[in-house]
């Protein structure tokens, strides 16, 4: 498992769909969609102590990347891709 919680925590994630209805109207749920689906938006962050090391471990397991880690303002980013098109930043900060 990748080192990016401490010992003894559990991660859980609840994924859901961006339509209309209680959080979003029909103009602002199709907006986000198509942000999302550009990679120009997305909801998870994973923070990490070495995204170097995570980012290999994964990347060897077979996760693939729309990032390799770089340097950014905030820290250090790696963003990785579920199989449904979902994506997730991995971070450490500086």
Do not use: H
Not at 26 to 52: H, N, P, R
């Amino acid at each position: 498992m990748v080192n990016c919680l401490p010992r003894g925590q559990n991660l859980e994630i609840i994924l859901m769909p961006v339509v209309e209805g209680m959080l979003f109207n029909k103009q602002s749920a199709k907006t986000m969609s198509e942000l999302i689906k550009k990679g120009t938006l997305g909801f998870g962050v994973i923070k990490c102590k070495d995204v170097y090391a995570a980012y290999e471990e994964l990347r060897s397991k077979g996760v693939g990347f729309k990032k390799e880690p770089r340097q950014t303002p905030f820290g250090i980013e790696a963003v990785l891709c579920d199989d449904s098109g979902n994506w997730f930043s991995l971070q450490q900060n500086n």
